[in-house]
């Protein structure tokens, strides 16, 4: 199966337009990826039903949150989490383009492996790709001690707060200089943080609670890799670079939305799922 994938026209894209360390540094990162990974549609969907509808599931089995490996690429449509979270399309403004893929480069600080840092590109329908320039940061201890308070304590505040709480968001300053660059502002700090600056910390921010949901998703046995996907090779750059296949990602659980059907409990320790007149894979902590 061939696809016309993000990750490596995000590759190709950095790679047009020299720029800061940082940059260099993700495209160093992004090529060295032994095995992306897409969400199909399903898997996209039940992750974000989680956070709507049993956030205070993940809450409860953050420190079950594992990386397949200490760097991924994970890519995703977008349509299906507006779906599952209830966000009408047509309401969107008329012209603008609209998101149609979102991928994210997940890796772990090798001097600090509770340190995880992720950064966030996707493509919108008028063929462009774009990336923020804020950082997504996770401190994994950060994660255990809020699921110990969670069973222990009764919290005053929502479970949507207290996972939202965890993102630590950072705009390095080679990525600063980039958007003072386009902004024609010589001192980063000049009139405080603007509204590109606000815009593209809420663009990494607007990732992090379905991220949490969609890694627990694949590492249960409530989903598996069985297919993978050749990326079609930009017509420019990237001659010279090796792309290797991606494994799309698939539930393991059939869904149906007219009858929730008896679903077996799965064979990794900590998981269950939930059934309900829309199906719900929850998590209970072990």
Not at 5 to 17: D, E, F, H, S, V
Not at 98 to 103: D, N, P, Q
Not at 154 to 172: D, F, G, N, Q, W
Request: hydrophobic share 40%; net charge negative.
């Amino acid at each position: 199966m061939s696809e016309e994938l993000l990750g490596p026209r995000l590759l190709n894209a950095l790679r047009q337009i020299p720029g800061s360390p940082e940059r260099e540094h993700i495209i160093s990162l992004l090529t060295e990826i032994s095995q992306p990974f897409l969400l199909d549609e399903e898997v996209v969907r039940q992750a974000a039903w989680t956070v709507k509808e049993a956030s205070e599931t993940i809450e409860k089995t953050l420190p079950l949150l594992t990386l397949r490996q200490p760097v991924i690429w994970l890519e995703y449509p977008h349509l299906p989490r507006q779906l599952a979270f209830g966000v009408d399309e047509s309401a969107d403004e008329p012209g603008l383009p609209k998101v149609l893929r979102v991928g994210c480069l997940i890796a772990v600080d090798p001097e600090d492996p509770t340190h995880i840092s992720i950064f966030v590109a996707w493509e919108n329908s008028d063929g462009g790709i774009y990336h923020s320039y804020a950082m997504l940061h996770w401190r994994l201890d950060d994660f255990i001690k809020l699921a110990e308070m969670s069973r222990k304590e009764k919290l005053t505040t929502s479970t949507a707060e207290r996972l939202t709480e965890l993102a630590i968001l950072s705009i390095p300053p080679g990525f600063r200089d980039e958007i003072m660059v386009w902004e024609g502002r010589e001192h980063a700090n000049e009139d405080g943080d603007s509204e590109r600056v606000l815009k593209t910390k809420k663009d990494a921010l607007g990732e992090h609670l379905f991220l949490l949901s969609a890694l627990m998703l694949m590492a249960s046995d409530a989903t598996e890799a069985t297919e993978q996907v050749v990326a079609d090779v930009p017509e420019t750059g990237l001659v010279d670079t090796y792309i290797p296949d991606t494994m799309k990602m698939v539930c393991t659980v059939s869904i149906s939305r007219k009858k929730a059907p008896l679903f077996e409990r799965f064979r990794k320790p900590g998981f269950y799922p939930g059934l309900g007149l829309e199906p719900v894979l929850r998590w209970k902590a072990p």
